[in-house]
């Protein structure tokens, strides 16, 4: 759970500060409650690795999980209940639905995207493109909703873009210096923008294509490469519901998508003292 401590400390401190002037006021330092998380709305929930690991601030706190992480809750269904210090419980309100919210609507639209994929042999997955310091979550949520995750980050897989291209001065000698400092297990794969790219990475030697914004009857010729060359494709590039639809009749291996995670939205929850 690699940062979750850390990324969490780090939100209660921005909330909280000092203390909780209000609840302080108000509550004597025994006063206790019962408090439910509920959804307002179906999602696919996302929430418990942050609900666990926010326990370990709040000693006075125990908590039920009715909804764990992956299972669909109806609107108006209870997620979790929480029971102690009333002023520990308004406390981590806010920081617990923030994370909560979140990662559920990962994975609410994650799922979605899972959804109208069924029937084929494509995997949807994540990319980079997450909340800074949120990356080991929001790969979490898209796990979550049924989604696979890309490289982590830069350190776990090749992925030749266009900015390594023009640096380089081609696809050729890009694909030949990562081949030369890197050990035989690790797969190449090259970003193409049309099929003249596709067929100088196929050439020398790439795993994989990333087949980055082309249109329809492009990547249906690139698909007809595979009866020639032993690669992945990977499709990317303005991944919205609507383009999943389309591109889910294709030959093609993966679909990566960078609105699963910085466009997901929130799911609308509450917590109430009962």
């Known amino acids: 759970m690699e940062g979750i401590k850390e990324i969490i400390a780090l939100a209660l401190k921005e909330d909280i500060g000092h203390g909780d002037i209000t609840s302080e006021s108000i509550f004597e330092k025994n006063h206790t ?5 509920k959804a307002k709305q179906d999602c696919i929930v996302c ?7 926010i326990k370990n601030f709040f000693k006075n706190i125990d908590f039920t999980v009715f909804k764990k992480d992956g299972e669909s809750a109806k609107n108006g269904d209870i997620i979790y209940s929480l029971q102690g210090n009333t002023i520990e419980l308004l406390k981590l309100e ?17 799922n979605k995207f899972v959804e109208e994929l069924k029937g084929t042999n494509i995997k949807l997955l994540d990319t980079r493109k997450t909340t800074p310091g949120m990356r080991y979550l929001e790969k979490y949520a898209v796990k979550t909703g049924g989604g696979f995750n890309h490289r982590y980050g830069l350190f776990d897989g090749i992925l030749i873009k266009e900015n390594h291209i023009k640096a380089a001065g ?3 000698k890009a694909v030949q210096m990562c081949r030369k400092n890197n050990h035989h297990l690790i797969k190449i794969e090259v970003e193409v923008e049309d099929l003249t790219q596709l ?7 790439a795993d994989g294509v990333l ?4 249109n329809n009857k492009d990547i249906e010729k690139a698909c007809t490469y595979k ?3 032993n690669f992945f494709i990977e499709v990317s590039g303005g991944i919205t519901i609507e383009r999943i639809k389309e591109l889910k009749y294709f030959d093609i291996d993966y679909i990566s998508s960078g609105y699963i995670t910085h466009s997901a939205g929130i799911v609308d929850l509450t917590m109430l003292i009962i």
């Open 33 to 37: 409650s019962n408090a439910v998380i």
């Open 47 to 53: 929430g418990e690795i942050v609900l666990r690991e």
């Open 94 to 110: 806010r920081t617990l639905l923030n994370f909560v919210q979140r990662l559920s609507g990962i994975a609410t639209t994650t």
């Open 170 to 172: 081609s696809i050729e």
């Open 199 to 205: 067929e100088e990475a196929l050439k020398v030697g």
């Open 211 to 214: 087949l980055d914004n082309m």
């Open 227 to 229: 009866n020639d060359y």
